[in-house]
T-cell receptor
Framework: KAGVTQTPRYLIKTRGQQVTLSCSPISGHRSVSWYQQTPGQGLQFLFE???????NKGNFPGRFSGRQFSNSRSEMNVSTLELGDSALYLC???????????????FGPGTRLTVL | AQKITQTQPGMFVQEKEAVTLDCTYDTSDQSYGLFWYKQPSSGEMIFLIYQGSYDEQNATEGRYSLNFQKARKSANLVISASQLGDSAMYFCAMREGQGGGSQGNLIFGKGTKLSVKP
């Protein structure tokens, strides 16, 4: 069974640009969560989608948005990029509703975004 | 206040020895889950082990075991017989609540960098 895939793996953008990252969950998984990882802030939750609906959102500005398609693939978009958006963006998928405490999340390899 | 605290930024262990990575957590929920993930330099987060708040026995998965002390709110990861491939960042994480009471996201600690020496 294929794991979680994320594209692209590496991305370089300049300030003010916008970017779209893609995540394909494990087949059959309906929940997709996004996390941002930086050296200073560590791993922070961005949002979670379940069956095409955003169910939960972390404490990030509105420049960060996402969506999920009917095949469970998800995209996240960051508009008006800032230097501080440079990070590893990790996507995780799970079979069931992410609210259940035991719900193993499988992570993808991440997209490393550099903003110049 | 931090919900997940990992007090060891870095640790060294000799190959074939056991090592304990510390994790304490803070929650007022009765139902929660605790996770440990490994992140090699490649960046992918690899799930290692899970402990539910109602689980009476400590979780074990191969060379990994979780020393769960609920009253002290600690969930330390024990790796037995360390291998060179165990060198990585290790993150403790918590998911609070269950069902409708949970937001569902994982809350991560800052991580511990483990280096295994040959």
């Amino acid at each position: 069974k294929a794991g979680v895939t994320q594209t692209p793996r590496y991305l370089i953008k300049t300030r003010g640009q916008q970017v779209t990252l893609s995540c394909s969950p494990i087949s059959g998984h309906r929940s997709v969560s996004w996390y941002q990882q930086t050296p200073g802030q560590g791993l922070q939750f961005l949002f979670e989608y379940f069956s095409e609906t955003q169910r939960n959102k972390g404490n990030f500005p509105g420049r960060f948005s996402g969506r999920q398609f009917s095949n469970s693939r998800s995209e996240m978009n960051v508009s008006t990029l800032e230097l501080g958006d440079s990070a590893l963006y990790l996507c995780a998928s799970s079979l069931a509703d992410a609210r259940w405490s035991y719900n193993e999340q499988f992570f993808g390899p991440g997209t490393r975004l550099t903003v110049l | 206040a931090q919900k997940i605290t990992q007090t060891q930024p870095g640790m060294f262990v000799q190959e074939k020895e056991a090592v304990t990575l510390d994790c304490t957590y803070d929650t007022s929920d009765q139902s929660y889950g605790l996770f440990w993930y490994k992140q090699p330099s490649s960046g992918e987060m690899i799930f290692l082990i899970y402990q539910g708040s109602y689980d009476e026995q400590n979780a074990t998965e191969g060379r990994y075991s979780l020393n769960f002390q609920k009253a002290r709110k600690s969930a330390n990861l024990v790796i037995s017989a360390s291998q060179l491939g165990d060198s990585a960042m290790y993150f403790c994480a918590m998911r609070e609540g269950q069902g409708g009471g949970s937001q569902g996201n994982l809350i991560f600690g800052k991580g511990t960098k483990l280096s295994v020496k040959p």
